[in-house]
């Protein structure tokens, strides 16, 4: 379902029955479509008609799977949503237990997984386990106006919605994001809080100057981000021009917990996601032992036993995306270092590491100068083959409205990126597309760019 008024409601008839709600990517495939059902084991699933073509063409590859409910008209083989929830009493179930709800990772480095976690045996009028790392850190209340730009079928939006509702507040969702647009809502319903990704943060300061001082964001309290890494001079763009309210915080889908950081945090420790608390927070060498202060490894977050998420019918990630010693230390992929200040800093993801010459090189440096240059709209650096090498780094580029690629602009690109980061980490070549593909949640797709360069070869990632 895209971004819907009903999406929240069937969330909730699922939160409040024992049931485990699945939220599905808008854009899948049939194919991808009838692949989240059917792994999943579902039960019953819901569209809507904007749905409808990829819906109405998965009927007989999803046998299993007998309710099937479409809002906002009639599809062959499904039953109207409407009419189906009008013929039943709206009165509270007798006994309502929580339920659950398991995401989707978003396939950034392969197929989707599903990522559940236990189902709670638990009244659902008790607290939510969630509430102190969303609602209670960020001050949701009944007050509150939560501004969801992002779609609702990714993790952290779900969450953030599902947590202002158990609040009392109110949230203004987006059918999908614009840049003006979002400003427009924050003013038009005075929205206190929000939550965005790096991307979009981007694209709001491009906006004309004219255009941002338009808008009366004075009742926005509290901005948070998430997803991925944040440029340092984006995020410092962004708190000159909103104020010390910007806010972020670290975890994924399939981790077991979150670091968060406030902005005055953040601009006495520039570039990390929160303070690493050695009881939470562990960084790891390929051997599995621990790193030493200022030493990159693999991010590990420390969870509780017997609520750890695993990956539905995926024993062997789930193992995978375990310390090897430590069964509650739980691994998203991404790698970090602990700097003697104690706050953890990103690098990158683990897939995406170049190793050139024996060198590991982290993309998202390269990719925070890019992006930083006032002709380029987004970036993406990766390792393509190099014979001598092994890797050589490569960046694909999609300019600002308007700008024409050309070699000259690549040269000056290369030349741009020499000035802000190591030679070593330089990109041997630039590549322009008219748009890279990432999520809706914001989230770059770099293993659907980088497979074509390596195609025909071996590839660990």
């Not at 978003?106 to 009028?125: I, Q």
């Not at 209670?136 to 779609?151: E, H, I, K, M, R």
């Not at 300061?205 to 941002?212: G, I, Y």
């Not at 889908?253 to 050695?278: K, N, Y």
């Amino acid at each position: 379902m895209e971004n819907h008024l009903s999406y929240m409601a069937v969330i909730w008839a699922a939160l409040r029955s024992g049931l485990c709600a699945v939220p599905v990517n808008k854009y899948f495939n049939s194919q991808e479509m009838a692949y989240v059902i059917n792994d999943c084991s579902a039960k019953a699933i819901v569209t809507t008609m904007a749905q409808g073509e990829v819906a109405g063409s998965v009927n007989a590859e999803i046998a299993n799977c007998q309710i099937r409910l479409v809002a906002d008209g009639e599809l062959p083989g499904w039953e109207n949503y409407e009419a189906a929830i009008a013929e039943h009493d709206a009165s509270r179930l007798d006994v309502e237990m929580m339920g659950t709800i398991m995401s989707y990772t978003s396939g950034t480095t392969g197929k989707p997984k599903g990522v559940l976690r236990p189902l709670p045996d638990m009244p659902a009028s008790e607290p939510w386990a969630g509430w102190s790392e969303t609602g209670g850190l960020y001050g949701f209340d009944a007050s509150t106006v939560y501004l969801s730009p992002a779609p609702l079928y990714h993790g952290a939006p779900m969450r953030f919605c599902r947590a202002v509702h158990m609040a009392g507040g109110t949230v203004v969702m987006m059918e999908k994001f614009d840049a003006e647009m979002a400003l427009q809502l924050i003013d038009r319903y005075r929205v206190t809080h929000s939550q965005w990704v790096p991307t979009m943060f981007a694209r709001m300061l491009k906006l004309d100057a004219s255009v941002r001082g338009r808008f009366n964001l004075s009742s926005h309290r509290v901005a948070v981000h998430a997803a991925a890494p944040c440029p340092i001079d984006v995020k410092r763009q962004m708190i000159a021009w909103w104020g010390p309210i910007v806010h972020e915080y670290y975890g994924g889908t399939d981790s077991a917990g979150i670091t968060s950081i406030s902005c005055d945090e953040w601009l006495r420790h520039r570039g990390s996601v929160g303070r690493a608390d050695p009881a939470r927070v562990k960084v790891c060498l390929e051997d599995g032992t621990e790193a030493a202060i200022g030493q990159a490894g693999t991010v590990y977050l420390v969870g509780k036993r017997g609520a750890l998420p695993e990956y539905l019918n995926d024993p062997e990630k789930t193992r995978a995306a375990r310390h090897p010693a430590h069964d509650d230390w739980v691994t998203g992929g991404d790698v970090g270092v602990v700097r003697d200040d104690g706050y953890l800093y990103l690098t990158d993801r683990k897939a995406f590491t170049i190793i050139s010459g024996g060198v590991n090189i982290y993309p998202q440096a390269i990719e925070d100068a890019l992006i930083e240059h006032p002709l380029v709209g987004d970036a993406a650096v990766f390792g393509v083959p190099n014979e001598e090498m092994g890797e050589e780094v490569k960046a694909v580029v999609e300019l600002a409205n308007g700008v024409v690629p050309s070699a000259a602009m690549a040269d000056e690109l290369i030349a741009y990126c020499k000035s802000r980061v190591a030679r070593y980490m330089v990109p041997r070549s630039v590549e322009f597309v008219d748009k890279l593909p990432r999520t809706a949640a914001g989230k770059l797709m770099k293993k659907e760019l980088r497979d074509r360069y390596w195609e025909g070869r071996n590839l660990v990632s």
